[in-house]
């Protein structure tokens, strides 16, 4: 079995006599991609900063590689690499002297994984430029590897997409799989782009009120017999609902000219064929794939996320 690359034990945080954080519990393995969701000060930022130790613990543990830290700091934090909010980096210095300025805190750190971790993340041609003409997307991208020098086991991203466009967004996401999938690095990242956190992400454990109300996996199998929501559009409606409910039992409903009912796979060819045989008009059939914003909301509601 594979040991967890990060594990949060009964992590709590009060602040004065607010309860922040209550009682979290969930695990991060090498080689996945883990996305921390949450609503407005769902407590997403102060568990981030728990994990890496800006911030102190009330109460349980955060073990890295099996290293305490509470107990072990120091060896327990030379796993992790981090980019908390925005990357700080010298304006007047290029990319590759703010690198060395960095490598200079941790020993053993060579010019050849300098040049391994520019070459990662794409910064070949620009990292000899002044920072301060860096996109914003080029500085993310030397954040990361600034992150990365160490070789950490575990990197974690707090909205490492922040402010960036389509592309940077992309670029991102891409060198994030990346390092999951060649490197085994386990990435924790945290955001509030919805759509981008389903194609970036493995699992998503999502966080309310300080508490984590669930973990799912994002691309979940679809099961032959997995029931999902079918939308069918239909002529006449009313006789459609009449011989898909007498013929296989199940409940419809009409919503915006359309029949919605729910059906596992192999029931769907066997219901518009007997619609065709009760000489209905088909114009179209969708089964409705539940999507990772459909997943949040019905946890969270329709609050603002961060």
């Not at 402010?163 to 690095?185: F, M, Q, S, T, W």
Request: glycine residues 8%; charged residues 25%; negative net charge.
């Amino acid at each position: 079995m594979v040991e967890p690359a990060m594990q949060l034990v009964n992590v709590e945080k009060h602040i004065g006599k607010k309860h922040i954080i209550k009682g979290l519990n969930f695990s991060i393995y090498p080689g996945e991609v883990f996305g921390f969701l949450g609503p407005n000060g769902a407590g997403k930022t102060t568990t981030i900063r728990m994990m890496v130790g800006l911030m102190n613990i009330t109460k349980g543990d955060v073990l890295i590689q099996g290293k305490s830290i509470q107990s072990d700091f120091k060896q327990a934090i030379r796993e992790v690499g981090a980019i908390v909010e925005n990357p700080e980096m010298y304006p007047f210095m290029s990319g590759w002297k703010n690198l060395i300025h960095y490598s200079r805190m941790i020993p053993g750190i060579t010019q050849d994984r300098m040049k391994e971790v520019i070459q990662l993340v794409g910064l070949e041609k620009a990292v000899h430029e002044k920072v301060g003409r860096y996109s914003l997307g080029m500085r993310q991208r030397l954040g990361i590897a600034q992150a990365l020098l160490h070789k950490p086991s575990i990197l974690i991203l707090d909205e490492p997409t922040n402010g960036l466009d389509p592309a940077g967004i992309k670029e991102i996401r891409h060198y994030i799989r990346r390092l999951a999938e060649e490197d085994n690095v386990a990435v924790i990242v945290s955001s509030h782009l919805l759509a981008e956190m389903e194609l970036m992400c493995d699992r998503i454990g999502i966080i309310k009120n300080g508490e984590l109300i669930a973990v799912n996996e994002v691309h979940e199998d679809d099961a032959m017999d997995k029931t999902q929501e079918v939308h069918i559009l239909a002529e006449p409606l009313d006789k459609a609902k009449e011989v898909i409910t007498a013929s296989f039992g199940t409940d419809v409903q009409l919503k915006d000219n359309q029949l919605i009912v729910s059906l596992d796979r192999a029931t769907i060819p066997k219901v518009i064929k007997e619609l065709a045989l009760q000489e209905i008009a088909i114009f179209g059939v969708q089964a409705h794939k539940t999507n990772l914003e459909d997943k949040f909301m019905a946890v969270i509601g329709e609050n603002a996320i961060e």
